[in-house]
C-alpha cells in the first residue's frame, strides 16, 4: 500500500497550486481519501476529503471556497487544488485513506481519527513573495 503526495513547492499570496496523491495498494472504492497539513501549533489540521464510492467531499469551513478536492480514477490520483493561497497555508501537506467518510467527517476529519487505514508521506507547500 502506498500513498505519495506530491505537487508542492513555492508560490507567490494569491496564488494558486494542485496537489497530487498517487495511491496503490487497495480497492478505491472502499476508502475515504483526506488531505491534511501539519498546521504545528494545532496538530495536523484536515482540509478536504472525498469519498470515492459516492463522490461526497467534506471541507472545514477555513478552506471552503479555496480547496477543491477531486479523483482520477483511472489514475488512481487524488489532487488538491488550493486557490488564493495565503502565507498562513505554508505548510506540510499529507494525504490518508479511511474506511468511514462518514465517521471520520464526525471527527472533525481528524488526523487522529483512529479508522484511519494507511497514512502517505507529505509535500511542502510555501507561500511567500
Known amino acids: 500500500v502506498q500513498l505519495q503526495a506530491s505537487g508542492g513547492g513555492l508560490v507567490q499570496p494569491g496564488g494558486s497550486l494542485r496537489l497530487s496523491c498517487a495511491v496503490s495498494g487497495f480497492t478505491l472504492d472502499r476508502y475515504a481519501i483526506g488531505w491534511f497539513r501539519q498546521a504545528t501549533r494545532k496538530g495536523r489540521e484536515g482540509i478536504a476529503s472525498?469519498?470515492?464510492?459516492?463522490?461526497?467531499?467534506y471541507y472545514p469551513e477555513y478552506v471552503k471556497g479555496r480547496f477543491t478536492i477531486s479523483v482520477d480514477n483511472a489514475k488512481r490520483t487524488f489532487y488538491l487544488q488550493m486557490d488564493n493561497l495565503s502565507p498562513e497555508d505554508t505548510d506540510v501537506y499529507y494525504c490518508?485513506?479511511?474506511?468511514?467518510?462518514?465517521?471520520?467527517?464526525?471527527?472533525?476529519?481528524?488526523?487522529?481519527?483512529?479508522?484511519?487505514?494507511?497514512r502517505g508521506k507529505g509535500t511542502q507547500v510555501t507561500v511567500s513573495s
Open positions: 490518508a485513506a479511511a474506511v468511514n467518510h462518514a465517521d471520520w467527517v464526525l471527527s472533525g476529519l481528524s488526523s487522529y481519527y483512529n479508522g484511519i487505514s494507511y
Open positions: 472525498i469519498n470515492i464510492s459516492n463522490g461526497d467531499t
